[in-house]
């Protein structure tokens, strides 16, 4: 599992847990940004075997978009075949709302970026990986019967993912939703793209912390991305709780 903003605390859920700082392990990149805690955690998720990244790396903070994958290929490498990416999302559907969890069906890649561009390593995979189903089906089947079993309005929709760390304007907020937006954020896309060159599973779920520009007479801010994440911590640990162990079993 990759923990978005505000939902790091996930990790300290973890028994059996053995905890290396991303600085600790050679050529991780190192986290920068506010939430993100830069930790790697080993451990047990009630009968689940986990490696959790509490925190992740983004381009923003001026990563090649080959360091920013970089743990995926780590997790891969340790013999990891499923991963959940988490983000933290700005809602651009107007029928969300902040504090709700998004299932993400599928991607646009905005970035301006894509790492696999350069020189081809056939020991990652294919260079040119299908993305029809970039994230698994199965998984989502698995994560919607979850939210149904604990009364979860899980939402579905399709994650943009931008460069940042700007938020976007409200021009561009009219636009991703034209071309089919639901959400939008600065990660995700990248480590999907490489997930899946790497035959991984993949499966997605931004939590809405904001409305996105322009939709309310509101300013963003970074503490209220935290903010919401912390808020919706109960649900998420709850929806984790049901999905986490049908997942291991796939």
Do not use: W
């Not at 509490?54 to 903070?61: I, Q, S, T």
């Not at 997790?75 to 998004?102: C, D, Y």
């Not at 760390?165 to 561009?172: G, I, N, R």
């Not at 963003?220 to 999905?243: S, W």
């Amino acid at each position: 599992m990759i923990l978005g903003s505000g939902l790091g605390a996930f990790a300290s859920e973890l028994t059996e847990a053995r905890t290396f700082a991303f600085s600790e392990i050679p050529n991780f990149p190192h986290s920068t940004v506010a939430g993100h805690a830069g930790q790697l955690v080993l451990g047990r998720f009630q009968s689940t075997t986990l490696a959790v990244m509490a925190g992740r790396v983004h381009a923003y903070e001026g990563y090649r978009a080959q360091e920013v994958v970089f743990p995926i290929q780590v997790l891969s490498a340790i013999g990891i075949r499923k991963v959940v990416l988490t983000n933290a999302a700005g809602a651009v559907n107007t029928a969300f709302r902040p504090g709700e969890l998004m299932l993400i069906t599928d991607h646009i890649n905005l970035t301006g970026m894509n790492p696999l561009v350069g020189p081809e390593d056939q020991l990652l995979g294919t260079r040119f990986p299908d993305m029809t189903e970039a994230y698994s089906s199965a998984f989502r089947a698995s994560a919607e019967a979850a939210a149904r079993h604990i009364g979860l309005n899980l939402r579905k929709g399709v994650y943009a993912g931008l460069l940042g760390p700007s938020y976007e304007t409200p021009a561009e907020i009219r636009m991703l939703r034209t071309i089919g937006a639901d959400a939008v954020g600065m990660s995700t896309v990248l480590e999907t793209i490489a997930a899946n060159q790497l035959g991984m599973g993949v499966l997605g779920i931004s939590c809405l912390t904001n409305m996105a520009a322009g939709i309310l007479p509101t300013k963003l801010e970074h503490k209220e991305v935290m903010a919401t994440g912390e808020k919706v911590r109960g649900v998420f640990l709850e929806l984790l709780r049901q999905l986490l162990p049908d997942l291991a079993k796939q």
